[in-house]
């Protein structure tokens, strides 16, 4: 496989794991909403695990990005003569 389609894979399942991280944190800061069928332990399981996922596809996704980073970095804090 080559880097684009890994950077791609890498990014929509941060995505994916990003909304998962995001949904299950709306329904714990809003209980009123309910669990929607799921065990408080079900969606906890589910949080923990997206939000451990996605710091590792964080780390990666910097990691594939990183000379665009630090070139944008330069370009924009590097005073000009």
Known sequence: ????KITYLV???LLIFFIFAGITSIIFFFPQIGKLGF???D??????W????MVGLAILHVLF????LIAMTKRIFVKKN
């Open 43 to 48: 969606l906890s399981f589910v949080h923990r």
């Open 65 to 68: 990005h990183g000379k665009m």
């Open 11 to 13: 990014d929509v399942l």
């Open 50 to 53: 997206a939000g451990i996922l």
């Open 1 to 4: 496989m080559d880097k684009i």
């Open 39 to 41: 065990s408080g332990s």
